[in-house]
């Protein structure tokens, strides 16, 4: 490792360097007259001095670079950087954090967040920030709240917060903040996903290969297969033995060219009875448009007739 300018065996190191230097300058140590000793000495001091300017200049040139570095790291950051002083006022924010405001960095210095905290979530917030201030150690706590962007529209955030307490400055409280808006109506719409999965119809998910990889409910009450019975195994395992292979390869060339497939068939349950139902097959794809699952959809006759009367 680089030892420092300024340390005592680098100067110790430099002034060995500059003497090495001038060494051919050097005179005679016997015959030397003072004025010659003390010139060259000059002489050495002058090479040192000029190689601590140099070194000084590159650390210079370091810190600055490491400056920028972090001035970087710390303005585009994917993630939101404010400090708040323990009145909860903003004294730090990052452009990120601006940007994600939708306000400019002169306009949001010395205003309070909770600004910034959706109206039903000023209460929840003031009790967070106030139980973090009044903690007696440095610690880290998170909270998921809704947020304002300048315009009035509202986001949700995650919110890692730090409490920073020294002993010749006041506390203060240092947030990294996550737009998690897209997290959060994924789980929306997964909860949705969840109501309409367990519906009153017979469903089916399978991968690419056709193996079972979920069925709700309806379909375990209609076919007498639970999920553990049938995860993992193919829909084949359902066959009654009344279609031929043709209408299973008409079936099947009609999904590969279509994505979709709908009609009836003959089906039989774990119990052996065999039944008639109406199959809807639909191929899912990717943004590739690559296949990666297929959902069924199996109504029973009999509920279509009741439903039409």
Sequence with gaps: MK???DGLDRRRELRVEAESLVSGLAPNEISALPHESLLHE??????EL??????????????????DRYWHLYEFSPLSYITLNRDNMIYEINLTGCSMLGVIRTEIIKRRFTNWIAPHEQNRWHRFFLGLMLQNVDGKQSIDIEMLREDGSNFHAHLDC??????HAPSSLRIALTDISKIKQAEYELRISAVVFESMES???????????????AFSKNTGYSSKDIIGQKPSLLKSGRHQSEFYRLMWESIDQTSCWEGEVWNKRKNGEVYSELLSITAVKNELNIIMN???IYTNKIELANNAN
């Design 294 to 296: 297929y959902i069924g």
């Design 42 to 47: 000059l002489l050495v001091h002058k090479v």
């Design 203 to 217: 469903l089916m998910v399978t991968d690419a290969n056709n193996i079972i990889l979920r069925v709700n409910q």
């Design 162 to 167: 730090v409490l920073l307490k020294t002993q």
């Design 3 to 5: 030892k420092k300018w």
């Design 50 to 67: 000029e190689m601590q300017n140099e070194e000084l200049r590159k650390s210079h040139i370091s810190m600055e670079e490491n400056r």
